[in-house]
């Protein structure tokens, strides 16, 4: 995990910001769950994966 990229979300602006920037950059099935507070990306398997922590539980999904 140190080769990720955490992002610190505190407001929905801030976490559709986020969002918009992935999007940017060809990731998909972006999914946000309760407050944000952090966003990265990790690459496992040859994959890359896309890591949403919320004040609720830690969020994986698959991006690109």
């Known amino acids: 995990m140190s080769d990720a990229q955490a992002i610190p979300t505190k407001t929905k602006s801030e976490a559709a910001d986020v ?18 507070t952090s966003v ?16 609720a539980e830690m969020t994986i999904l698959p991006t690109r």
């Open 19 to 36: 969002i918009a920037l992935f999007k940017q950059n060809g990731y998909s099935n972006i999914a946000l769950i309760g407050p944000v």
């Open 40 to 55: 990265q990306t990790v690459e496992v398997g040859g994959a890359n994966w896309l890591v949403v922590g919320t004040n």
